[in-house]
């Protein structure tokens, strides 16, 4: 069973970083896409970024140049970089996984069957 924990969410104010971790226990090592998704109250949950079993990377065009999905070889962490920081990236941020080598376009929930219990992220003006 994969289980997943998000950490390293805060309050920071615009223009600044945070670095999000993602840690996965379960997690079949060479197969797998882990992403990092966004939700706003009861909005959709939208997709930020996500990497693949060979480092093969995506992101939403809102976040590109901005934002950066890695992962370390330490216990399945995949981080997520998240720089210059605006309000509109206000938001409760979940990571997510798939157990299949690649990921699929676009970065979307359905494709994702394990998610982490979320970190919120705030971006004051």
């Known amino acids: 069973q994969v289980q997943l924990v998000e950490s390293g969410g805060g309050s920071v104010q615009a223009g600044g970083s945070l670095t999000l971790s993602c840690v996965g226990t379960g997690v079949i090592d060479g197969k797998f896409c882990i992403g990092w998704f966004r939700q706003v109250g009861g909005k959709e949950r939208e997709g930020v970024a996500q990497i693949g079993t060979y480092r093969n990377t995506r992101y939403a065009d809102s976040v590109k140049g901005r934002f950066t999905i890695s992962r370390v070889n330490v216990n399945n962490t995949v981080l997520l970089q998240m720089n210059n920081l605006k309000p509109d990236d206000t938001a409760t941020y979940y990571c997510?996984?798939?157990?299949?080598?690649?990921?699929?376009?676009?970065?979307?929930?359905?494709?994702?069957?394990?998610w982490g219990q979320g970190t919120q992220v705030t971006v004051s003006s």
């Open positions: 997510a996984h798939r157990s299949s080598i690649y990921c699929y376009d676009p970065i979307s929930p359905r494709y994702f069957d394990d």
